[in-house]
């Protein structure tokens, strides 16, 4: 059984820093063919996708909101995906969840757009919830 589960978030001020991860576990294949996204989700609003990494592949996409303040990363040895969130902002106040998707790969265009789409993930987190303060 696939797990998916994300560190706890927290309440930050605004320009603070926070680094979440998402540990993964009962993948039938390795972890490396996987690509792993970071998601977000503020009351009243759709899920959007932050970020994406393909390790195997050594993509990364990020979305235009984040892209220079937040960074994705993996250990491989652990499993871990983490996402380092820089100079947060209220606008980044959302739960955060992290899901993973068996051979979707970054380097094909369709996939690259796929990637930031919540539907194209089979397995999620519980989500953690992120707050940053004006």
């Known amino acids: 059984e696939v797990q998916l589960v994300e560190s706890r978030g927290g309440l930050v001020q605004t320009g603070g820093s926070l680094r979440l991860s998402c540990a993964a576990s009962?993948?039938?294949?390795?972890?490396?063919?996987?690509?792993i996204g970071w998601f977000r989700q503020a009351p009243g609003k759709e899920r959007e996708g932050v970020s994406c990494?393909?390790?195997?592949?050594?993509?990364?996409h990020y979305a235009d909101s984040v892209k220079g303040r937040f960074t994705i990363s993996s250990d491989k040895a652990k499993n871990t995906v983490y996402l380092q969130m820089n100079s947060l902002k209220p606008e980044d106040t959302a739960v955060y969840f992290c899901?993973?998707?068996?051979?979707?790969?970054?380097?094909?265009?369709?996939?690259?757009?796929?990637?930031?789409?919540?539907?194209?993930?089979?397995?999620w987190g519980q989500g953690t919830q992120v707050t940053v303060s004006s």
């Open positions: 990494i393909n390790n195997s592949k050594g993509k990364t």
């Open positions: 009962g993948f039938t294949f390795a972890f490396d063919d996987y690509a």
């Open positions: 899901a993973a998707e068996w051979g979707l790969d970054l380097r094909i265009k369709d996939d690259y757009t796929r990637s930031s789409q919540a539907g194209a993930y089979a397995y």
